[in-house]
T-cell receptor, first 113, second 114 residues
Framework: SQQGEEDPQALSIQEGENATMNCSYK?????LQWYRQNSGRGLVHLILIRSNEREKHSGRLRVTLDTSKKSSSLLITASRAADTASYFCAPHDRGSTLGRLYFGRGTQLTVWP | ETGVTQSPTHLIKTRGQQVTLRCSSQ?????VSWYQQALGQGPQFIFQ???????GRGNFPPRFSGLQFPNYSSELNVNALELDDSALYLCASSLQGSRAGELFFGEGSRLTVL
């Protein structure tokens, strides 16, 4: 399946440090999305990058996409304790229905004060 | 603009029972998707509804069914509950035809099957 696979599974850093999470996928995509989930809560959309884009920024977030390697990365700069959450990448297949995303197990980020 | 709301937030059922979960889409959104998230896993796509019809289904048995109403709200029904159905059920709305493609999730309904 076109499941996004996040790496690492867990990441623990100090406040102020940068956090980098990686995502790999298998087939051609229309776009790739990143979501955040606080423990036991719903997912929150962070950023969407289209297949013809290579880099995108949103506040402290930077996402890159390499379609030749079928990979993406999410960088959170100057992390805060409030960034503690699970982060999921979700590739959106070409031709797939709009609401059908394939989530992996996510990266659990812990930011210590 | 109201967000996606789900009810109930928590519920406990026993094996073999049936459950109905409800979702109100974000204002203006015409597509709703349902996801199942087991503990420690990522959300898994169950199905999507658009114009009151199922428009895509994941690898879930027929005892998982749904409805979408003219006001775009939706229900997820699960019959003959099994222990493995214990999970967080997430509803997400989106706008078909939108170039954005992002999903707006509710806070979920946590189902425990005993």
């Amino acid at each position: 399946s076109q499941q996004g696979e996040e790496d690492p599974q867990a990441l623990s850093i100090q406040e102020g440090e940068n956090a980098t999470m990686n995502c790999s996928y298998k087939t051609s995509i229309n776009n790739l999305q990143w979501y955040r989930q606080n423990s036991g809560r719903g997912l929150v959309h962070l950023i969407l990058i289209r297949s013809n884009e290579r880099e995108k920024h949103s506040g402290r977030l930077r996402v890159t996409l390499d379609t030749s390697k079928k990979s993406s990365s999410l960088l959170i700069t100057a992390s805060r304790a409030a960034d503690t959450a699970s982060y999921f990448c979700a590739p959106h297949d070409r031709g797939s229905t709009l609401g059908r995303l394939y989530f992996g197990r996510g990266t659990q980020l812990t930011v210590w004060p | 603009e109201t967000g996606v709301t789900q009810s109930p937030t928590h519920l406990i059922k026993t094996r073999g029972q049936q459950v109905t979960l409800r979702c109100s889409s974000q204002s203006g959104h015409n597509t709703v998707s349902w996801y199942q998230q087991a503990l420690g896993q990522g959300p898994q796509f169950i199905f999507q509804y658009y114009r009151e019809e199922e428009n895509g289904r994941g690898n879930f048995p027929p005892r998982f069914s749904g409805l979408q109403f003219p006001n775009y709200s939706s229900e997820l029904n699960v019959n003959a509950l099994e222990l493995d159905d214990s999970a967080l059920y997430l509803c997400a709305s989106s706008l078909q035809g939108s170039r954005a493609g992002e999903l707006f999730f509710g806070e979920g309904s946590r189902l425990t099957v005993l």
